[in-house]
Nanobody, 124 residues
Framework: VQLQASGGGLVQAGGSLRLSCAIS????????VGWFRQAPGKERELVAA????????YYVDSVKGRFTMSGDAAKNTIYLQMSNLRAEDTAVYYC??????????????????WGQGTQVTVSS
């Protein structure tokens, strides 16, 4: 499985960006896909996650109501729509997958495959 993240950039506070994660390789309906971020000097955190073509949604409290994760099965691509961006959203964003995740174990505590990061910078 290979993941290619894109869509980062520089945006003013209050603006929007959409990140994309193109996934190659087999994805089952129980594959979990997550978006992580890591800001300088901070630990990496899971921002949002979904189970591919299945139930299970997760958003960290700080992005609820502002970020939406979705998928396009035809393109094997996951999106993270980010709105009302804040300076504290500035970070490198990564997408990752983990296969065969049952609902009771969602979101998973570890992911198996990672894409390269894409920088999101929000100016205040």
């Amino acid at each position: 499985v290979q993941l290619q993240a894109s869509g980062g950039g520089l945006v003013q506070a209050g603006g929007s960006l959409r990140l994309s994660c193109a996934i190659s390789g087999r994805i089952s309906s129980s594959t979990a896909v997550g978006w992580f971020r890591q800001a300088p000097g901070k630990e990496r955190e899971l921002v949002a996650a979904i189970r591919w073509k299945n139930s299970g949604r997760y958003y960290v409290d700080s992005v609820k109501g502002r970020f939406t994760m979705s998928g396009d099965a035809a393109k094997n691509t996951i999106y993270l729509q980010m709105s009302n961006l804040r300076a504290e959203d500035t970070a490198v964003y990564y997408c990752a997958t983990k296969g065969a995740v049952i609902l009771s174990a969602f979101p998973p505590t570890s992911f198996d495959y990672w894409g390269q990061g894409t920088q999101v910078t929000v100016s205040s």
